[in-house]
């Protein structure tokens, strides 16, 4: 159980399954929340009781959706034995583990033969479940789950082709029927469930007519009903446009021997209803609990073009014809039967799933893509079928039945001809590095309560990390133990456990933290104001730059559990500690800060704030995660991030700086800094220094499967402005890979660029544009960039002490104009040096409208000299002189020019006043504007996508190089 990872057109995100052991049946309920598990299976086993079934055991894992108190409670008073599997062991609930797997295989078939949006994925789910209990079981020695529950073979004859057009007969004087799709079967009465293709609502009908060679094209229906049920513009067509589907054989068609056929049909069975309403449960119910993702990426089958009309002159016409007689599945009066099946009264009741077909057989003179619809049963030989691993109910019908009664052999008419790979199938292939890659993330996974931690291969770590925190805690005085006081909430805790890495990915401590659950803290009651400042990321390259300037050593310090330093300031009451629990029902009054709660981050910077100036450093007023200090004529520089601080000074000043930290915390000295938020830091005191962030980038492409991608020479193409998604054209926020997120690869390219690559900012801004309204084209892209990564991993952000002494600082700005299509709005981009060190750069779309380059070169000059004047002022609280006046390069003649002379702000007085503020600081003096060639302006790499000679020329020039690995 758990989330498919899109919701339903109605909103359901999870699915839970309930097995009975005896008969192998299964019941699917589809849930909006995995909170909702217990009072669903709450819900079923009163049901199956109220039925007189008696249950012996309830057997599910160790999820607490379902292993807490209130199951244990109900099914104490029940007389029902309650088992749970061990942690990581999905073999002790194997029956209805390997059914999740089936069911995610079948919604992907399902969904993918018909070409219909995930939108439909809940009613594919529920189909599948129907067809599986009406499937033979090889572990019921190939009876179905139907016929061992109520002792009668299920009537599969009435099983119809899951997303097929159905005509649904409408009374009186109104038309004869009207279009629908076939999704399923009712749950409390003999209809079938249909899709309203003019309304979006799912509709229960009894009198239709199915037509089994056409569907409904899947942007329409994706369209309707996004406009149904989540408030969609699209405009949809006047007439439904129609496709055709695979040509498939119903099995019950297919010609099999007599017994065979009598074995898989036989006299009509009663009608009876196979919903989870029915009785017949065994000795025992297994229940799955476990989250499932939705496997590999599926690739969108191909759709005939549109039919203009309803149905065409001859709906029931193959797509391809067959060429050969051994190529025929069905005969044409077959085909018209099949197609002409009326009605719903015979139906095997309430979403009876994917019609039972046997596999598509495509001639010669068919597309490629029609050769290769399902997913299994290659023939190599003439009349000799091969072993089938699909999923198609047809197969494995035919399977079962043929292999338990080996007597009565079934004679299939298929071709004899090799038929090629399936291309569909190319990205569920694993290979071995691959596979083994994905072991060692399973095996590393962090246990997410302490009974999984308990139970871990690594139990005695866990332990050991348990009670250091508590000791932790109590030598803290965290808290005291007091009888709970009425009226008052008290808030509940968890442990995080965490497996800490070094920066190749190797463990090298774990770590347990209790964490109180402050969601559930009110504004005014008990927390009042909740921010705290942290060092921002040029500020941290500044003060490594300052340090290589200086000849500074860099060392990294940690706080050991700094949120429980500082004292708290407001009553707040917590349950105690699980595994600590003295049983005594008292609770805990929190005296200090603890790591959940909403205004724990304030109160620990407060504290180290306070602390710190009483050592007489100073804060910088310019970034309140900078603090300095002079001693004896040399800096110490100080950098805050939340617990990780890097001091950059000399030998003596370092210690002297550990010295009174541990006076007051207790740190733990990481020695010379190398690893600090993701970066990859070689610093050699006084020589060089280089930032790059190799395993970041090694873990973002395996963690998007691009791990093995050929590289590209550059992030963007020259010349490419992609556009939003267009809701008439396209579907929005699509993603190619469920697996892969589109929002989530921009965020992950987004801290890289922030931290060491500048090179691919302007690639990232583009993507960062279309987060909610990507598509395929944007997917594209998005994996372009990834691609030149895998090129590049080794770069990273190069300086070198330069020869000379004294600091110069030059920057470069340039724009864009008009380079957003969509709005015409111009792209800044600038960049700052110290020393010829880039330590600052952006690439922004800019506020506000300019209609000329001179005014767009304007705007970005003046948004430069805000990080300009930032750098100044950071430098003079630090105290480092600068020896020549700063230079801003510039590539527009026109801008210098109205930036330099007053008469000259005709050219640009369409531009908003703030940016006038430039022209106020080169009157001054504080930097002057002087002209250099388009070709050398190294801001231009970030408004537009550049051609591989000149990106790279930019990309050294910005300092981007390899890493030495020798350094």
């Given at each position: ?32 929340a ?17 039925q007189g ?12 959706e ?29 029956l ?20 219909m949006?995930?939108l ?34 299920p ?14 007969f ?15 079967f ?27 060679g ?17 408030k ?74 549109p ?15 067959p ?24 139906v ?16 010669d ?115 005291e133990?007091?009888e ?10 968890k442990w995080?456990?965490?497996r ?27 927390f009042?104001?909740t921010?705290?400042?942290?060092v ?5 390259r ?7 300037h200086?000849?500074?050593l ?30 005594t029902g ?5 005296l ?13 910077y ?37 617990d990780?601080i ?31 938020l ?12 280089y ?19 050929k ?10 402005f ?7 054209r ?10 892969v ?22 690639a ?23 691609r030149?990564?895998?090129g ?31 709005d ?64 801003l390069?510039e ?35 504080v ?15 970030f ?25």
């Open positions: 159980m758990c989330s498919i990872g899109d919701l339903t057109y109605d909103g359901y995100r999870c699915f839970q399954l309930v097995m009975d052991e005896a008969s192998r049946w299964v019941w699917g309920f589809l849930m909006k995995k909170e909702e598990s217990r009072p669903v299976v709450v819900a079923h086993l009163e049901w199956l009781l109220a079934k008696r249950i012996e055991v309830f057997s599910t894992d160790q999820g607490k379902l292993v807490n108190k209130k199951l244990k409670s109900f099914l104490r008073g029940r007389g029902i034995e309650f088992h749970w599997t061990n942690a990581y062991s999905p073999e002790e609930n194997g209805v583990e390997k059914m999740n797997g089936i069911l995610e295989a079948r919604i992907r078939s399902l969904l993918t033969t018909a070409n949006p995930w439909l994925w809940g009613e594919a789910f529920l189909f599948a479940v129907d067809v599986v209990n009406v499937s033979p079981s090889r572990g019921l020695g190939g009876e179905t789950p139907y016929s061992r529950r109520f002792g009668e073979r009537d599969v004859e009435q099983l119809k082709i899951w997303g097929c057009i159905v005509h649904v409408t009374p009186k004087v109104l038309r004869k029927s009207k279009l629908g799709l076939f999704v399923g009712a749950k409390h009465s003999e209809s079938v469930r249909v899709l309203n293709l003019r309304s979006g609502r799912v509709e229960e009908k009894r009198s239709v007519k199915f037509d089994e056409w569907t409904v094209e899947r942007s329409y229906v994706e369209h309707l009903l996004m406009n149904t049920y989540h969609g513009r699209f405009d949809l067509p006047d007439i439904i446009p129609l496709v055709r589907l695979p040509v498939l054989a119903a099995v019950t068609h297919v010609e099999l021997a007599a017994e065979t056929q009598e074995e898989l049909t036989g006299p009509p069975a009663k009608r009876r209803r196979l919903s989870s309403s029915a009785g017949g449960v065994g000795s025992g119910v297994v229940v799955e609990q476990t989250p499932v993702g939705m496997g590999g990426p599926v690739a969108e089958p191909r759709s005939e073009p039919v203009g009309a309803a149905l065409a002159a001859d709906p029931l016409s193959p797509v391809c014809a060429q050969q007689e051994g190529n025929t599945l069905l005969s044409e009066d077959h085909e018209r039967d099949s197609s002409d099946s009326e009605g719903a009264g015979g095997l009741n309430r979403r009876r799933s994917v019609a039972l077909r046997e596999l598509p057989v495509a001639s003179g068919c597309d490629e893509d029609d050769d290769a619809v399902a997913e299994s049963g290659e023939v190599v030989a003439s009349g000799e079928p091969v072993e089938r691993s699909g999923d198609s109910v047809g197969e494995r019908l035919s399977s079962s039945l043929l292999d338990e009664d080996s007597g009565a052999g079934a004679s299939f008419r298929r071709s004899t001809r090799i038929r090629r790979p399936n291309a569909r199938l190319f990205d569920y292939v694993v290979e071995l590095p691959e596979s083994l890659v994905i072991q060692a993330i399973h095996a590393v996974m962090n246990p997410t309560s302490v009974n999984e931690a308990l139970e871990a291969p690594d139990a005695d770590k866990w332990i050991e990390a348990l009670y250091k925190e508590f000791r932790e805690l109590l030598r803290n005085n965290t808290w133990l007091v709970k006081p009425v009226g008052v909430k008290v808030l509940t805790s995080v456990f965490v800490k890495c070094n920066a190749q990915g190797q463990v090298e401590r774990h770590r347990a933290r209790i964490t109180i659950k402050g969601c559930k803290q009110k504004y005014g009651l008990d009042w104001e921010y705290a400042p942290v921002c990321m040029e500020a941290v500044l003060i490594l730059l300052l340090a290589l200086y000849g500074l860099c060392r990294h310090v940690d706080f050991v559990t700094a949120f429980l330093n500082g004292p708290i300031d407001v009553e707040i009451y917590m349950k105690q500690p699980e595994f600590f629990d003295d049983g008292r609770v805990c009054r929190l200090r800060s603890l790591y959940g709660l909403k205004q724990a981050p304030r109160i620990w407060k504290t180290l704030d306070k602390y710190l100036r009483k050592c007489g450093f100073e804060r910088s007023k310019v970034d309140g995660g900078i603090y300095f200090r002079w001693v004896n004529g040399s800096p110490i520089f100080f950098t805050l991030y939340i990780d890097v001091i950059a000074a000399t030998m003596e000043n370092i210690k002297l700086v550990l010295f009174e930290l541990e006076k007051k915390f207790k740190i733990k000295d990481l020695g010379d800094v190398s690893h600090l993701s970066m990859e830091i070689k610093y050699v005191p006084g020589q060089s220094l930032i790059s962030q190799r395993g970041y980038i090694g873990r973002v492409l395996e963690r998007f499967k691009m791990a093995d991608c590289a590209m020479p550059t992030p963007q193409a020259k010349g490419n992609p556009l939003p998604g267009d809701p008439d396209e579907a929005v926020c699509v993603n190619i890979d469920p697996d997120d589109y929002q989530c690869i921009v965020g992950s390219l987004q801290y890289l660029v922030s931290c060491s690559r500048p090179d691919i900012a302007s990232v801004r583009t993507l960062g544009k279309f987060l909610t309204c990507y598509t395929r084209e944007h997917f594209v892209l998005a994996k372009r960039v990834l030149y990564l895998q590049t991993r080794e770069y990273g952000l190069a300086w070198n002490k330069p020869a000379l002494p004294g600091s110069q600082l030059i920057a470069y700005a340039d724009a864009d104009l008009g380079n957003e299509k969509d015409r709005r111009s792209i800044t981009g600038y960049v700052l040096q110290l020393n010829g060190c880039t330590f600052c750069y952006k690439s922004k779309k800019q506020p506000t409208m300019t209609d000329d380059t001179c005014s767009a070169e304007f705007v970005a000059a003046s948004e430069c000299s805000n990080m300009i004047m930032w750098t100044h002022n950071l430098c003079e609280e630090l105290k480092l002189q600068r020896t020549t006046q700063t230079i390069y590539d527009n003649q026109a801008a210098i020019k109205v930036i330099g002379e007053v008469s000259s702000g005709y050219k640009v007085r369409s531009v908003d006043l703030k940016f006038h503020k430039i022209r106020d600081f080169v009157e001054r003096k930097f002057r504007v002087e002209y250099c060639p388009s070709e050398d302006n190294v801001a231009d790499i408004t537009k996508p550049l051609g591989p000679q000149q990106f790279t020329k930019l990309r050294q020039r910005l300092n981007v190089l390899p890493v030495p690995d020798n350094e």
